[in-house]
């Protein structure tokens, strides 16, 4: 037997015939792209012995996986949504682009459309015991100054970890509970009342928590919140923060949490700012100043394209 059966004539021309690369016309980069993985995927099946049967169980899983509605899941969870990230922060070096809020991962979580408001909101829609949070803060150019008109999306779990919209338990939430699109005031400030969110926790019984089983591994994440940042003639920003404190912090099944993404968590028991607060309880607190890079014609594109679901 050769060394490598991938490598042999006959089967490097089968692959360069299964990618269309021996036929004109169609997407040449695609096709590039379509050898490499069958290229791969052979070696892989040849490295490691992988038999039919389970070669057809892995096909198995992925098919479930889709169905399940899990590929966005599994791919933050074996670290390729992070990889993204640290490509998209190297060209962006490249380019000679400093200072800025950093960015981390979109998630799966995410829904179009959120109400829009201005200056502030409240995200708590369903009422739910929970100790309240305020977070405040400005959006920023890179020198510090002010962005008025700046839209802050913003998306966060509830008590329990879920999220509205993708909520699987028998009284789920409303579809935009916990999620607004805030306008930054004149002074580029926004402020919300919410409610500390719990970590995400991958469904218990899916495909993704399935093999993150056989891999030894949780999938849960720390409490955070999730932001996409943008006004006009600035880089859109994707980022969340994390919630300090949490037990999970720097163990996030995901690898969303980043330097820079860990505000103070203040929390006040002082019963004159609860009163002032109209509370009855401690809350806590988080100040975070977004800082936006301005957008130039050398950078790569900061717009994400990737479908969303759409609550109505
Ligand atoms: C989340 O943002 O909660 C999330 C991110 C990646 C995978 C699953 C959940
Ligand atoms: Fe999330």
């Not at 809350?283 to 100043?289: E, G, H, L, R, S």
């Amino acid at each position: 037997m050769p060394e490598s059966l991938t490598d042999t004539p006959e089967v490097q021309q089968l692959l360069r015939r299964a990618a269309g690369l021996d036929q004109p016309g169609g997407d040449e980069r695609l096709k590039r792209i379509v050898h490499r993985v069958a290229i791969e995927m052979c070696r892989i099946v040849e490295e490691f012995d992988v038999t039919p049967t389970e070669f057809w169980a892995a096909c198995g899983y992925l098919t479930r996986l889709g169905q399940a509605n899990e590929v966005g899941l599994l791919v933050p969870g074996l670290a390729v949504e992070s990889f993204l990230d640290i490509v998209m922060d190297e060209k962006e070096r490249r380019a000679g682009l400093q200072g800025g809020t950093p960015r981390t991962i979109e998630g799966p979580l995410y829904i179009t459309d959120a109400p829009f408001e201005r200056g502030e909101a409240r995200l708590d829609q369903d009422p739910e015991d929970g100790e309240v949070l305020f977070v405040e803060g400005q959006v920023q150019d890179t020198a510090g100054t002010p962005v008025p008109g700046a839209i802050v999306d913003v998306w966060h779990a509830n008590t329990k970890g879920f999220y509205s919209f993708f909520d699987p338990t028998p009284t789920p939430q409303s579809p935009y509970n916990l999620r607004r699109r805030i306008e930054t005031d004149a002074e580029g400030c926004y402020r919300f009342r919410t409610i500390m969110p719990s970590g995400y926790g991958c469904p218990p019984d899916g495909p993704t928590q399935q093999l993150l089983d056989r891999l030894g591994r949780h999938g849960k994440r720390p409490a955070h919140v999730h932001f996409f940042v943008e006004a006009p003639g600035f880089r859109k920003l994707t980022t969340q923060i994390n919630i300090a404190g949490d037990p999970l912090l720097h163990d996030d099944f995901a690898f969303a949490t980043r330097d820079g993404l860990i505000p103070e968590l203040v929390r006040h028991t002082d019963p004159a700012e609860i009163e002032a607060r109209g509370l009855n309880e401690p809350f806590a607190t988080i100040k975070f100043d977004f800082e936006l890079n301005r957008e130039a014609a050398n950078l790569p594109e900061a717009v994400v394209v990737r479908e969303h679901a759409k609550a109505e």
